[in-house]
């Protein structure tokens, strides 16, 4: 079990990891293949020509995981440019691999307070709430990611090792399980053993329930 559990850990901590935002009004870059959904903000502001290069570099320095040089260029480009959602955004990825959840979800929060259509923020934010032990907060929160994006496999991935592992509501982790496994182009032989596992323990549940 232990090893299950470190095992899911690492998995939704990767999806998030993967995540960087591209364009200053917000978008993403997800594995596979690059997704971009353009999210811009309300005034469609101009884009200063200094921000664009100082955005670039903090992109780099998230892609190449040096995150306390990546946090401290993004709490500058956040103070300085505090109407982007993007520069927020990651902020709030560099403060998550730093491990300082609580004021990752109050990074994501500013970002979804600029431009709240962000999908994207939605889920990064469960997660650093759930690595904060909020995770009734956690759950609220991909429910309002899947209502922005009902087709992202990730959130159903992400919500039910919430449930699975933290809440251990093994019917509901099942459910999403099983929704994330539809929605990914290719077969993932791990999610296919959860899925496995979890039939069987949900079962032996609910026997013992009705005896």
């Not at 232990?2 to 998995?11: I, M, P, T, V, Y």
């Not at 500058?76 to 609580?102: D, T």
């Not at 999403?176 to 032996?204: F, G, K, P, V």
Request: net charge negative; with cysteine.
């Amino acid at each position: 079990m232990l090893n299950r559990f470190a095992e899911q850990l690492s998995h939704g901590l990767i999806l998030l990891a993967a995540v960087v935002v591209l364009l200053l009004q917000g978008c993403s870059i997800s594995q596979p293949k690059p997704q971009v959904a353009d999210t811009a903000a309300p005034e469609e502001q101009p884009i200063p020509e200094a921000l664009t290069a100082a955005y670039q570099q903090g992109l780099e320095l998230l892609q190449d995981k040096k995150y306390d040089e990546a946090l401290v260029h993004w709490q500058g480009l956040a103070e300085e440019y505090r109407q982007f959602p993007g520069c927020w955004s990651n902020l709030g990825i560099a403060q998550f691999n730093n491990q300082a959840y609580e004021d990752s979800v109050k990074s994501f929060d500013q970002a979804l307070s600029i431009d709240s259509s962000f999908c994207p923020a939605l889920k990064m934010k469960a997660l650093a709430e759930r690595e904060a032990g909020h995770f009734k907060k956690s759950e609220e929160t991909y429910l309002s990611a899947l209502q922005c994006a009902p087709g992202d496999a990730d959130v159903h991935y992400n919500l039910g090792i919430l449930y699975d592992l933290y809440m251990q509501d093994l019917a509901k982790a099942l459910e999403h399980y099983q929704q994330a496994a539809a929605l990914m182009s290719q077969t993932d032989e791990t999610l296919a053993m959860w899925i496995t596992d979890l039939e069987r323990r949900n079962a032996e549940q609910m026997a013992g329930d009705d005896s």
